[in-house]
């Protein structure tokens, strides 16, 4: 995880579910190269075959609200998207997001400072985002330790190999 | 498995449900929200999806799963394989299970819809930090457990170590009094809560249930309750476990319980106090599930409807099969509708049959399919073309979320569902009570 991320930013409008990130018709491919061909394909239909590696994704309220599919945020890692910002996320697509290594930030009052194309600047431990091309910006929280750290090792699977690598051991029942 | 009441788990301060299963979970005394816990799992389900913990969990590199004994795998959103690709994930599941001697394998033949499954073998008691790969979830906080949904690259590292971290929960407290008038039922009261809380009203929270309304339901009931906090952005949605309770867990509880009530005095960050007298059936209106207003401000609309689904784990339970078939005896479905039924499990499809109800539904002109997920989620069965519109029992009606992205979808008690397959449009189910 770099510590500032900038990219040219996509826009979506609240309550992106998941549905239409990846429509359940998809839902038995597994294979991210061929999810990322379909990923918004109801939300936001020119992004997928548009979207360069790098390029963030700024939604408004309850950001991927719905089912617990992980193909959502797996399409978008495949992709390559730097960072996803919104107002705020539904709680599974937050935890898949984050797990799956995608630096995901809830930035209330984010959505209304950006236009499609317009590049945007996160910086991760100062909890600030900004509009390059306006200069507008808005502040967040930043994520917890755990969350910063799980993002640094590189998603969930780096970090839980690390720890069972340092000895971790079931906890007893 | 005797029934036991409320087992004291000490804590300084009063605390609800979900901050005193977790504290236990994670083994402290006492939690407060917005604390991160690492919350020992007890049960971890799997479906269709775990086909993709399959990969991290061996890059994570523990040798074995944690407990084999506390994870169920139940497929259920393509049984059988309707296309090769569902195919594919139920073999990655066969034979991960197979090399990882996990044998609680609900497979086809034995299957149900996951949730379902859980519930009728009593894989989730009181107390109990359950998670499943699949968002509704939820719906097993009915027995006083926290039940969550969790995606497949976390489930891997639950499997290889018996726990995740979670945040804990500000709880929202949804007290409900009053009685169910005819042809209402406790679908049309989450409809109406979740017209109230919205889907974003409990994004992150615990929802618990309590008042002499939610003390009168059955479990299958509650269930039904719970499943739709999902829809209201909940981690979990739970009920504190009672006599009904204990008496359904009785003789399939597979595991110790560790039951606990909320504190008299415990810390609620919002409370909803609903009565029910007089309240009318409830519709959820296309594009959202909180999209919610009385049936009948829409049944002198005319709402054509192309198909009706009667089916998912909100309500397939054989109780709902029952009211439906109820409501259908001596009636045909409307011309030109799809009726598709679809019980949650393969032993509701067996009580469904020793019944008479599939002969009532099939003769009547409805279909009456194998249990699965079905039309429920628009990727198997009973999906939609573009512009038209479907009366269904299940939980959600995104845009997209049963075929075409412009499809219409009207959510509904069961009864409900069936009043508008016999009309051929939204219609009022106490007209055939
Ligand atoms: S019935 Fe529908 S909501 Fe329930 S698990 Fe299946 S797809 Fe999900």
Same mark, same amino acid.
């Given at each position: 995880?770099?510590?500032?991320?900038?990219?040219?930013?996509?826009?979506?409008?609240?309550?992106?579910?998941?549905?239409?990130?990846?429509?359940?018709?998809?839902?038995?491919?597994?294979?991210?190269?061929?999810?990322?061909?379909?990923?918004?394909?109801?939300?936001?239909?020119?992004?997928?075959?548009?979207?360069?590696?790098?390029?963030?994704?700024?939604?408004?309220?309850?950001?991927?609200?719905?089912?617990?599919?992980?193909?959502?945020?797996?399409?978008?890692?495949?992709?390559?998207?730097?960072?996803?910002?919104?107002?705020?996320?539904?709680?599974?697509?937050?935890?898949?997001?984050?797990?799956?290594?995608?630096?995901?930030?809830?930035?209330?009052?984010?959505?209304?400072?950006?236009?499609?194309?317009?590049?945007?600047?996160?910086?991760?431990?100062?909890?600030?985002?900004?509009?390059?091309?306006?200069?507008?910006?808005?502040?967040?929280?930043?994520?917890?330790?755990?969350?910063?750290?799980?993002?640094?090792?590189?998603?969930?699977?780096?970090?839980?190999?690390?720890?069972?690598?340092?000895?971790?051991?079931?906890?007893?029942? | 498995?005797?029934?036991?009441?409320?087992?004291?788990?000490?804590?300084?301060?009063?605390?609800?449900?979900?901050?005193?299963?977790?504290?236990?979970?994670?083994?402290?005394?006492?939690?407060?929200?917005?604390?991160?816990?690492?919350?020992?799992?007890?049960?971890?389900?799997?479906?269709?999806? !775990?086909?993709?913990?399959?990969?991290?969990?061996?890059? *994570?590199?523990?040798?074995?799963?944690?407990?084999?004994?506390?994870?169920?795998?139940?497929?259920?959103?393509?049984?059988?394989?309707?296309?090769?690709?569902?195919?594919?994930?139920?073999?990655?599941?066969?034979?991960?299970?197979?090399?990882?001697?996990?044998?609680?394998?609900?497979?086809?033949?034995?299957?149900?819809?996951?949730?379902?499954?859980?519930?009728?073998? !009593?894989?989730?008691?009181?107390?109990?930090?359950?998670?499943?790969?699949?968002?509704?979830?939820?719906?097993? !906080?009915?027995?006083?457990?926290?039940?969550?949904?969790?995606?497949?690259?976390? *489930?891997?590292?639950?499997?290889?170590?018996?726990?995740?971290?979670?945040?804990?929960?500000?709880?929202?407290?949804?007290?409900?009094?009053?009685?169910?008038?005819?042809?209402?039922?406790?679908?049309?009261?989450?409809?109406?809560?979740?017209?109230?809380?919205?889907?974003?009203?409990?994004?992150?929270?615990?929802?618990?249930?309590?008042?002499?309304?939610?003390?009168?339901?059955?479990?299958?009931?509650?269930?039904?309750?719970?499943?739709?906090?999902?829809?209201?952005?909940?981690?979990?949605?739970?009920?504190?476990?009672?006599?009904?309770?204990?008496?359904?867990?009785?003789?399939?509880?597979?595991?110790?319980?560790?039951?606990?009530?909320?504190?008299?005095?415990?810390?609620?960050?919002?409370?909803?106090?609903?009565?029910?007298?007089?309240?009318?059936?409830?519709?959820?209106?296309?594009?959202?599930?909180?999209?919610?207003?009385?049936?009948?401000?829409?049944?002198?609309?005319?709402?054509?409807?192309?198909?009706?689904?009667?089916?998912?784990?909100?309500?397939?339970?054989?109780?709902?099969?029952?009211?439906?078939?109820?409501?259908?005896?001596?009636?045909?479905?409307?011309?030109?509708?799809?009726?598709?039924?679809?019980?949650?499990?393969?032993?509701?499809?067996?009580?469904?049959?020793?019944?008479?109800?599939?002969?009532?539904?099939?003769?009547?002109?409805?279909?009456?399919?194998?249990?699965?997920?079905?039309?429920?989620?628009?990727?198997? *069965?009973?999906?939609?073309?573009?512009?038209?519109?479907?009366?269904?029992?299940?939980?959600?009606?995104?845009?997209?979320? *049963?075929?075409?992205?412009?499809?219409?979808?009207?959510?509904?008690?069961?009864?409900?569902?069936?009043?508008?397959?016999?009309?051929?449009?939204?219609?009022?189910?106490?007209?055939?009570?």
């Amino acid at each position: 995880m770099r510590e500032v991320i900038e990219g040219r930013v996509w826009t979506l409008p609240d309550d992106v579910d998941t549905d239409q990130i990846i429509s359940g018709k998809y839902l038995t491919v597994i294979d991210p190269n061929e999810l990322k061909k379909h990923v918004f394909e109801i939300a936001l239909p020119e992004f997928a075959a548009n979207a360069h590696p790098g390029d963030i994704v700024v939604a408004g309220v309850n950001m991927g609200s719905g089912s617990s599919r992980e193909h959502a945020p797996q399409a978008l890692k495949a992709i390559g998207v730097g960072a996803i910002v919104a107002d705020s996320f539904a709680r599974i697509f937050f935890r898949n997001a984050i797990n799956v290594g995608i630096p995901t930030v809830e930035a209330p009052g984010v959505r209304k400072i950006f236009e499609k194309g317009d590049t945007a600047r996160i910086e991760m431990r100062g909890g600030r985002v900004q509009n390059l091309r306006t200069g507008d910006s808005v502040s967040f929280p930043p994520l917890p330790a755990h969350l910063l750290e799980l993002l640094e090792a590189g998603g969930l699977v780096e970090k839980v190999k690390r720890e069972l690598h340092a000895g971790a051991t079931v906890s007893p029942r | 498995m005797s029934a036991q009441g409320p087992n004291a788990i000490r804590a300084d301060g009063g605390q609800t449900l979900a901050e005193k299963i977790l504290a236990r979970a994670g083994g402290l005394d006492h939690v407060v929200p917005g604390q991160i816990v690492e919350g020992r799992v007890d049960l971890a389900m799997m479906h269709e999806q !775990g086909a993709q913990t399959v990969a991290p969990f061996h890059e *994570m590199g523990a040798p074995r799963v944690w407990d084999p004994d506390r994870v169920v795998i139940a497929i259920d959103h393509w049984v059988p394989a309707s296309t090769e690709g569902a195919a594919v994930l139920h073999r990655i599941l066969r034979q991960f299970a197979k090399e990882q001697g996990l044998t609680h394998f609900y497979d086809v033949g034995n299957h149900g819809i996951c949730h379902q499954i859980l519930a009728e073998h !009593g894989w989730v008691v009181p107390g109990d930090l359950a998670v499943g790969t699949d968002s509704h979830t939820n719906m097993l !906080g009915a027995v006083g457990a926290v039940a969550a949904g969790i995606g497949p690259t976390e *489930m891997a590292a639950v499997l290889s170590l018996g726990r995740l971290w979670l945040r804990v929960p500000p709880t929202l407290h949804v007290r409900v009094r009053g009685s169910f008038g005819k042809g209402v039922y406790a679908k049309d009261l989450i409809l109406r809560i979740l017209g109230e809380v919205k889907t974003t009203g409990a994004t992150y929270k615990a929802i618990e249930f309590s008042g002499p309304t939610i003390s009168a339901l059955t479990m299958s009931e509650r269930f039904t309750i719970c499943n739709m906090t999902t829809e209201m952005g909940a981690k979990c949605g739970m009920i504190a476990p009672d006599a009904t309770t204990y008496a359904f867990l009785e003789k399939i509880a597979k595991h110790p319980m560790h039951p606990v009530s909320p504190d008299k005095d415990a810390h609620y960050e919002r409370i909803i106090d609903i009565d029910i007298d007089g309240m009318e059936p409830m519709v959820a209106c296309p594009y959202s599930p909180d999209n919610v207003r009385p049936l009948m401000d829409l049944v002198p609309k005319h709402v054509k409807v192309d198909q009706v689904f009667l089916g998912s784990c909100t309500n397939a339970r054989i109780d709902d099969l029952r009211e439906g078939a109820r409501i259908l005896k001596g009636h045909k479905v409307a011309p030109g509708v799809r009726f598709i039924v679809s019980p949650a499990s393969t032993s509701i499809y067996k009580q469904a049959l020793d019944e008479g109800l599939i002969e009532t539904f099939t003769e009547a002109g409805g279909v009456f399919t194998n249990s699965s997920c079905s039309a429920c989620f628009g990727g198997n *069965m009973g999906i939609l073309a573009p512009g038209e519109v479907c009366a269904s029992s299940s939980n959600r009606n995104f845009p997209g979320r *049963m075929g075409a992205k412009d499809a219409e979808i009207y959510l509904l008690s069961p009864a409900a569902t069936v009043a508008a397959a016999i009309r051929g449009e939204l219609a009022d189910p106490r007209e055939f009570l």
